[in-house]
């Protein structure tokens, strides 16, 4: 998993509350970014960041916000306002053409 | 939107057996890279082969590139237990934006 941490591995929350996930790279990376994994299915982008103080809408980035305060870091807050948050979420950062994936946090909303 | 599709959705194979997936893609590419992932974790980027490649390996993994029919295929020669994953093709809508198929997942049997 390179050297991409997310945090926590599992975490559960009630409807209604806001959540933030943690991804911090120590990789020296511009670019970083957000997707969503369910079930049996390929990966969605949510958001990523080219450089820090900048980041862009994925595909399916309603419900969703991001900060990219520093290079390190680029957290992922899942609001009330995502229907179905309930996923796999998974951060990765880039180096060229290659992306570097975290171990991902599972999120399980009840 | 996802821009690359896997073929089959799953694959169960002998160890010992070689193992085919293919992927399909829509728009002209300038690489396409392939990337594992074991059940619950990340994923791991495997091989990149740009759009001026026919073939590249590396170590049991053969990739082709047929641009003019838009299509990859991955071949994991020997396979063993620890080869079970799910195997995602990838590429660039833009510089920045990675899109990956649904994936074919292998199992390898003892």
Redesign the interface.
């Known amino acids: 998993d390179g050297g991409i941490t997310q945090s926590p591995k599992y975490l559960f929350r009630k409807e209604g509350q806001n959540v933030t996930l943690s991804c911090e790279q120590n990789l020296n990376h511009d670019a970083m970014y957000w997707y969503r994994q369910d079930p049996g299915q390929g990966l969605r982008l949510i958001y990523y960041s080219q450089i820090v103080n900048d980041f862009q809408k994925g595909d399916i980035a309603e419900g969703y916000s991001v900060s990219r305060e520093k290079k390190e870091s680029f957290p992922l807050t899942v609001t009330s306002a995502q229907k179905n948050p309930t996923a796999f979420y998974l951060c990765a950062s880039k180096n060229r053409e290659e992306q570097y994936f975290g171990p991902g946090t599972r999120l399980t909303v009840t | ?2 821009q690359g599709e896997e073929d089959p959705q799953a694959l169960s194979i002998q160890e010992g057996e070689n193992a085919t997936m293919n992927c399909s893609y829509k728009t002209s590419i300038n ?1 396409l ?1 392939w ?1 594992r992932q074991n059940s ?6 495997l091989i ?1 082969i740009r759009s001026n490649e026919r073939e590249k390996h590396s170590g049991r993994l053969r990739v082709t590139l047929d641009t003019s029919k838009k299509s990859s295929s991955l071949l994991i020669t020997a396979s063993r237990a620890a080869d079970t994953a799910s195997y ?1 093709c990838a590429t ?1 809508s833009n510089d ?8 074919t ?1 292998v199992t390898v049997r003892a």
Do not use: E
């Open positions: 939107s996802q690489n890279q990337y619950g974790r990340g994923l791991v980027h990149l995602f660039y920045y934006k990675l899109s990956f198929g649904a994936g997942t």
